[in-house]
């Protein structure tokens, strides 16, 4: 069974601050991961994508990825009333043209 | 780039009835494109994955006569719901591959259905 686990929340964060999410997979041999923003009664978009061991940066967001630990987040720097949402983290398990496994996402609030 | 469209945005059908939902991609051709579906306060869950030109892929429980999927273009993929329950209301979103060689999925907006 495939799972990606994510912390519900919400998770409350001053706004400037920065917001911290976590997500952990069970499939080790995943090969692509990624995170989307969703607000309430809309489609996820897409914010980035990883799929290296490491940081990725894309500015105000760093994408933080270790494969030996099956551990995915996401930093957001400066965070913004706007940047309230729900986060998903997903995964593409075999990579190429597969389906996505989404986690059930964190609700985040940014508070002015 | 990049943008997926569906129609219609909300529908609300009677039990029993079929319903039909378009997945476009607008600007870009798209050999594969994915349904999944969301229940309110969960996560999306991957349906199928719709090949152009061939029969569509299915999750398991994922009933494959009363989800029906046709992705007859590289720019259109429909999924209808046949002899709709209300169990069957919730939220259906289409993506697509942005392009081959690519795994990067770009979302539609997706359709509310609800069967009364």
């Known amino acids: ?112 | 780039g990049a943008v997926v469209s569906q129609h219609p945005s909300r529908v609300i059908c009677k039990s029993g009835t079929s319903v039909k939902i378009e997945c476009r991609s607008l600007d870009f051709q798209a050999t594969t494109m994915f349904w999944y579906r969301q229940f309110p306060k969960q996560s999306l869950m991957l349906m199928a994955t719709s090949n152009e030109g061939s029969k569509a892929t299915y999750e398991q429980g994922v009933e494959k006569d009363k989800f029906l999927i046709n992705h007859a273009s590289l720019t259109l993929s429909t999924l209808t719901v046949t002899s709709a329950h209300p169990e069957d209301s919730s939220f259906y979103i289409c993506s697509a591959l942005a392009g081959e060689g690519t795994d990067t999925q770009y979302f539609g907006p997706g359709t509310r259905l609800t069967v009364l």
């Open chain 1, 1 to 112: 069974q495939k799972e990606v686990e994510q912390n519900s929340g919400p998770l409350s964060v001053p706004e400037g601050a920065i917001a911290s999410l976590n997500c952990t997979y069970s499939d080790r041999g995943s090969q692509s991961f990624f995170w989307y923003r969703q607000y309430s009664g809309k489609s996820p978009e897409l914010i980035m994508s990883i799929y290296s061991n490491g940081d990725k940066e894309d500015g105000r967001f760093t994408a933080q990825l270790n494969k030996a630990s099956q551990y995915v987040s996401l930093l957001i720097r400066d965070s913004q009333p706007s940047d309230s949402a729900t986060y998903l983290c997903a995964v593409n398990e075999g990579g190429g043209a597969d389906g996505l496994t989404f986690g059930k996402g964190t609700h985040l609030i940014i508070q002015p």
